[in-house]
């Protein structure tokens, strides 16, 4: 199996792979500021020159790497998370759902009796 993985990949592909793993952070660095300006530009002019540029980018470089574009694009997240406050930090403890169990019913005589929870 480990040898047919191998096959489907050339050993430049296998080279870059390699190189995109080293450099990771600068690799999440640009794809984020691609996203930034994928949005800028479906602002600027329209949503399918965004589909065409990334259709032309797939054909260049990637069907794998280059995602598709199936029309207008969520805006760009931010970069920082919002400050929470300490409160907020706790856990929650849900209580346990008791509607879920059978909890002392007479079961029907025509009727299997439910399994109760214990």
């Not at 690799?27 to 949503?47: C, F, H, M, N, W």
């Not at 574009?69 to 970069?79: C, N």
């Amino acid at each position: 199996m480990k040898h047919f993985r191998k096959m489907e990949h050339s050993a430049a592909a296998e080279d870059v792979a390699l190189d995109v793993a080293r450099r990771w952070a600068e690799v999440e660095k640009l794809a984020r500021y691609g996203v930034k300006a994928a949005d800028v530009l479906q602002t600027i002019t329209s949503p399918h020159l965004l589909e065409a540029l990334a259709d032309a980018a797939r054909g260049v470089v990637s069907k794998d790497l280059v995602p598709t574009v199936a029309g207008p694009m969520p805006h760009a997240a931010p970069t920082e998370l919002p400050k929470r406050h300490a409160r907020v930090r706790q856990p929650h403890i849900f209580p346990r759902a008791s509607t879920a169990c059978s909890a002392g019913t007479t079961p029907s005589p025509r009727r299997r009796p439910l399994p109760t929870c214990s």
